[in-house]
């Protein structure tokens, strides 16, 4: 089992930044890659980024690619998500997710392990 812990999410003005971490544990060596996904409400789970352990491979959406990086320290099980230049229609729940086979990443059901979420909410 793997367990996973977002933390850093607030509220923020729009055009300002912020940065996720996603703490990993349990068995972090059967994941093949994590990501990060956001949901706002009445709206369904959209893919944002992803990462993979072993070449540190990175996927981006189109709607946050030049805004959002992701990145990884396998050292201690944790990815991080830098969100810089904010807009309002980026407030949503963001969660952290991990796969633990090859294969598509935008997908909520590639997934095999999730965390509870963390709310931004970015203001006008």
């Known amino acids: 089992q793997v367990q996973l812990v977002e933390s850093g999410g607030g509220l923020v003005q729009a055009g300002g930044s912020l940065r996720l971490s996603c703490a990993a544990s349990g068995r972090t060596n059967s994941t093949y890659a994590m990501g990060w996904f956001r949901q706002a409400p009445g709206k369904e789970r959209e893919f944002v980024t992803a990462i993979t352990r072993g070449s540190g491979r990175t996927y981006y959406a189109d709607s946050v690619k030049g805004r959002v990086t992701i990145s990884r320290d396998n050292a201690k099980n944790t990815v991080y998500l830098q969100m810089n230049s904010l807009e309002p229609e980026d407030t949503a729940v963001y969660y952290c997710?991990?796969?633990?086979?090859?294969?598509?990443?935008?997908?909520?059901?590639?997934?095999?392990?999730w965390g509870q979420g963390t709310q931004v909410t970015v203001s006008s």
């Open positions: 997710a991990a796969k633990t086979y090859s294969g598509s990443y935008s997908h909520p059901f590639d997934y095999d392990y």
